[in-house]
C-alpha cells in the first residue's frame, strides 16, 4: 500500500454537457483547455445514448477484461475517480428500465439529454498512473522530466 498526500484544491470546473457530446473525451478535453493536470470527480448525473465501459471478468495475475457497449437510453447514477497527469479514470454506474451495469468508463460514451459534471482541481501533486509487472494501472509518483 503506498499513500500520496496533496494539501491544496485549486479550482472547480462544472461541465454542462449536452445531446451528442462525448463524455470521457469531452472532459478530458476540456482538463486540457483549462491546464488542469490533476483533479478530483465530485459529482457526475445525466442520461447516455451509448456506454462504452470495460469491466474484468476474471481472477488471474493479469486483469482479464470485457468490453460492453449498450446504445439504449440509460441513467448515469454515479461516476467516479481521479485525474492524474491529465488522465482520467472514471468508473461508473449505469441503468436501463431493467438492470444496471457497472465498469470503467471508455471513449465512445455519448450524451442523450445532458450531462452535469463537477471536478475539483488537486494541486501540490504528481501523480500519474503506470502498469505493474502484472499489467495494473498503479499510481505512482511522476518523476519530473528535465
Do not use: W
Amino acid at each position: 500500500m503506498k499513500k500520496y498526500m496533496g494539501y491544496e484544491l485549486g479550482r472547480v470546473m462544472i461541465l454542462n454537457l449536452e445531446r451528442d457530446d462525448l463524455l470521457l473525451e469531452t472532459i478530458e478535453q476540456e482538463l486540457r483547455k483549462s491546464g488542469i493536470r490533476n483533479a478530483l470527480l465530485t459529482s457526475a448525473i445525466g442520461s447516455l445514448q451509448k456506454v462504452v465501459l470495460h469491466r474484468v471478468v476474471g481472477m488471474g495475475r493479469e486483469p482479464e477484461d470485457e468490453f460492453v457497449t449498450l446504445e439504449k437510453p440509460m441513467e448515469l447514477a454515479s461516476l467516479q475517480g481521479v485525474v492524474l497527469d491529465g488522465k482520467a479514470h472514471f468508473h461508473m454506474v449505469v441503468s436501463d428500465v431493467e438492470q444496471s451495469y457497472t465498469g470503467h468508463l471508455e471513449p465512445g460514451t455519448k450524451v442523450l439529454y445532458l450531462g452535469e459534471i463537477s471536478l475539483v482541481e488537486l494541486k501540490g501533486v504528481s501523480l500519474c498512473r503506470e502498469k505493474n509487472e502484472n499489467n495494473i494501472g498503479m499510481i505512482v509518483e511522476k518523476e519530473e522530466r528535465q
